[in-house]
């Protein structure tokens, strides 16, 4: 290949990642745009460009932008309340599903037992679960105890389906680290818990983050578990933002949800590049040999 087509195909390929980042991006951009205008504006359909030059927001609230949406959304409908109860119920599953899961990852990983495969075969099997069919098992009793419609019961749901999964991600991060690590630090004095605690964590650091990244997100964008399992005033934003929607029987307010999705795609970004690095070493991991 000489240079003239090696530059030829270095063109095509910024000009194709430049229409994927357009194309991936253009979505929230646009939604983030319109959460500033009316629903007349936004979802236009008459003219659509009413949505880029907001004319009825212009002429309902003298100007082209208007923060009502948020203002209905967070003050009037109180979303904030859904975003704490969302933000109590990531950190209580994130927190419960890497306890369990670095501790019984680790112990599998170093058991020569030949029942530890078909565990995790198990455990990949009920993650493989739809997570609506598994919720039903749930109904029953929580109804009979009087515990349904509360966060702990749902936290205690979302940790049982995510479990297995986590399980399954550490297992694979822990056999990449080599075993002569545990051994030198029982040389040393380390028990096996010291051991694990001292050396083997700080190692795989990176693979706990990806790891609790995923279980954050499981529990953050969880909508069919939540919505059953949480009563109206427990709802977490993703439920919440449905709400807004309204149904046949009940009004909604559409430029709400949009408002109410905007803020809670915010907090994602910010993670995601705050733990970048992070994220990339852990999901590169794999690539270290003992």
């Known amino acids: 290949m000489n240079k003239t087509s090696s530059n030829r195909f270095s063109i095509l390929i910024y000009l194709f990642i430049i229409i994927w980042v357009f194309l991936a991006s253009f979505p929230f951009f646009w939604t983030f745009w319109g959460s500033f205008k009316v629903e007349l504006d936004f979802f236009s359909i008459s003219n659509w460009y009413n949505a880029v030059t907001g004319k009825n927001t212009f002429d309902t609230y003298k100007s082209q ?3 009502a949406g948020y203002e209905g959304a967070w003050v009037q409908e109180e979303f904030w309340r859904s975003f704490v109860n969302s933000a109590i119920v990531c950190f209580f599953v994130v927190l419960t599903s890497l306890t369990i899961g670095t501790l019984g990852a680790y112990a599998l990983s170093r058991s020569n037992y030949k029942y530890t495969f078909w565990l995790l075969i198990t455990a990949l099997i009920f993650r493989a679960m739809p997570p609506i069919t598994l919720v039903a098992g749930y109904l029953p009793p ?9 966060l702990p019961t749902t936290i205690i749901v979302l940790v049982s389906i995510n479990q297995p999964f986590t399980l399954w991600m550490l297992h694979s991060f822990f056999q990449n680290i080599p075993k002569e690590l545990d051994e030198s630090a029982k040389v040393d004095g380390c028990s096996q818990f010291q051991a694990f605690r001292h050396v083997i964590i700080p190692v795989m650091w990176p693979g706990v983050i990806t790891t609790g990244l995923f279980s954050f997100l499981l529990a953050y964008n969880d909508f069919a578990v939540t919505a ?3 009563s ?4 977490t934003m993703i439920p919440k933002i449905a709400a807004f929607l309204g149904t046949t029987y009940t009004e909604g307010n559409v430029m709400f949800a949009v408002a109410a999705v905007v803020s809670a795609t915010v907090p994602l970004f910010i993670l995601v590049m705050f733990f970048q690095k992070k994220i990339v ?3 590169t991991q794999g690539a270290v040999k003992g």
């Open 228 to 230: 059953m399992l949480l």
């Open 142 to 150: 929580f109804f009979e105890w009087n515990i349904w419609g509360i």
């Open 232 to 235: 109206d005033e427990n709802r």
């Open 281 to 283: 070493s852990g999901l």
């Open 65 to 67: 932008f208007t923060g």
